[in-house]
């Protein structure tokens, strides 16, 4: 199974500050690589597809990038709805691994 | 509107079985893959098993295979998860999720809670 690890595992901010959450796959998985934001005691929202395909709807502050084996989610300015847990998959083989997600508090 | 709506969730027995069903609205469902994912109490994402437009691909993770069954019903636009001999690491919250290749869940239910425990 491809194994992917994200940093940090938690991470402290404050509304406005940019924010970089990284995800390495054990393996290449060229760009299938899909990025949820999950906020407690809800069901995990698509947030971005390939790597860097923003979902429709969401919002233009969040991006993507990397290929191969490593990716990072950007957020640019932190909105006060962004403080969540993040998590990335790989979507290019089976069984579809996720990383054991970034939780982001607010400082 | 795209809806998926689960149900089946309780408390069952260690050893014991339990079907959790999903019924989808708002797009035509025999066009997508439909997973299961599962959340341990305080814990991360488990991708657990999907099938395939027509229900003749499944797929499963090591964990579940031989103890669950996924199927569907096009005509009711309805997943299902057959659980058997359960243990106590099946306790989760239970999502269905419409899947779309090499892209991911799209679309997720609000998620039905299993719980394993005597």
């Known amino acids: 199974d491809i194994q992917l690890t994200q940093s940090p595992s938690s991470l402290s901010a404050s509304v406005g500050d940019r924010v970089t959450i990284t995800c390495r796959a054990s393996q290449d998985i060229n760009s299938y690589l899909a990025w949820y934001q999950q906020k407690p005691g809800k069901a995990p929202k698509l947030l971005i597809y390939a790597a860097f395909t923003l979902q429709s709807g969401v919002p233009s502050r969040f991006s993507g990038s990397g290929s191969g084996t490593e990716f990072t989610l950007t957020i640019s300015s932190l909105q006060s709805e962004d403080f969540a847990t993040y998590y990335c998959q790989q979507v290019k083989s089976y069984p579809p691994t996720f990383g054991q997600g970034t939780k982001l508090e607010i400082k | 509107e795209v809806q998926l709506v689960e149900s089946g969730g309780g408390l069952v027995q260690p050893g014991g079985s339990l079907r959790l069903s999903c019924v989808a609205s708002g797009f035509i469902f025999n066009n997508y893959y439909i997973s299961w994912v599962r959340q341990a109490p305080g814990k991360g994402l488990e991708w657990v098993a999907n099938?395939?437009?027509?229900?003749?691909?499944?797929n499963y993770v090591d964990s579940v295979k031989g103890r669950f069954t996924i199927s569907r019903d096009n005509a009711e636009n309805s997943l299902y998860l057959q659980m058997n001999s359960l243990r106590a690491e099946d306790t989760a919250v239970y999502y269905c999720?419409?899947?779309?290749?090499?892209?991911?869940?799209?679309?997720w239910g609000q998620g039905t809670l299993v719980t394993v425990s005597s």
């Open positions: 099938i395939g437009q027509d229900g003749s691909e499944e």
């Open positions: 999720a419409r899947t779309r290749e090499y892209v991911g869940h799209d679309y």
